[in-house]
Structure formats: structure tokens, C-alpha cells
């Protein structure tokens, strides 16, 4: 009985998985904010390498970028839920949408002094 218990539980996290890669894999295809992301993304990693950063500033790295693409996800979610809620012009429909994008904002904008704090030092 209790292995019934655990294998029921694995296969709710199985597709707990698989649902969270779906919603990635959506927003990968469709939004095109994850796009330009994951392209800056790939030119910090990029940099990372040929500026030769320490495992330290490697670890801010694939922080700033882990929170960076998790924000733009929630703000995302935030949207389409708003979107599902109403189909009208509501003020509180465009605050919660704008609260969330003034999420991503502010992390955006704390990912780029991070990055400079990193790579200023290295390029000058």
C-alpha cells in the first residue's frame, strides 16, 4: 500500500515536470520578451568565457540569468491570467500587468549593474 502511495506521488511530480517544461517550451516558441532574453543570455555566457570570469562572478551569473528568465515566466503568467479574467479595459487589470513588468524591470535593471560590475573591470 505504501508503494502505491509513492508511486502515485511520483508520477504527480513526473507531471509536475513535464508541465513546467511545456510552459517553458510556449514560452520559448511564442513570447518574444523570453526570446530577447535568452539571447542576451547567451552573449553574457559568451563573454563569461573570453573574459575568463571566476567561479564566483559565474555563480551571479547564472543567477542573475536563472532569475532574469524566471521573472519574465511569472510576468508572462501574469498576463494571460489577466487576459483570461477580462477582455476589457479594466484599471486594475492594467495595474497587475504593469506591476509585473515593473517586476522584471527593476531585475532587469539590477542584471545590468551586476554585468557591469563583472565585466567593466575586465574590458577597461
Not at 564566483?56 to 547564472?62: A, C, G, P
Not at 522584471?104 to 549593474?113: G, Q
Request: hydrophobic residues 55%; proline residues 2%; aromatic residues 10%.
Amino acid at each position: 500500500m505504501n508503494s502505491d502511495f509513492n508511486d502515485k506521488r511520483r508520477g504527480t511530480l513526473v507531471r509536475s515536470f513535464a508541465f513546467a517544461i511545456e510552459g517553458i517550451i510556449h514560452s520559448l516558441k511564442y513570447e518574444r520578451n523570453i526570446k530577447i532574453h535568452l539571447a542576451v543570455a547567451l552573449a553574457v555566457i559568451i563573454l563569461g568565457f573570453l573574459y575568463r570570469v571566476s567561479s564566483f562572478e559565474w555563480l551571479v551569473i547564472i543567477l542573475v540569468i536563472g532569475g532574469m528568465l524566471s521573472f519574465e515566466l511569472m510576468n508572462t503568467a501574469v498576463e494571460r491570467v489577466v487576459d483570461l479574467v477580462t477582455s476589457e479595459h479594466h484599471p486594475l487589470a492594467k495595474q497587475a500587468k504593469d506591476i509585473a513588468a515593473g517586476a522584471v524591470f527593476i531585475y532587469a535593471a539590477i542584471s545590468v549593474v551586476a554585468g557591469c560590475i563583472i565585466f567593466l573591470p575586465k574590458m577597461l
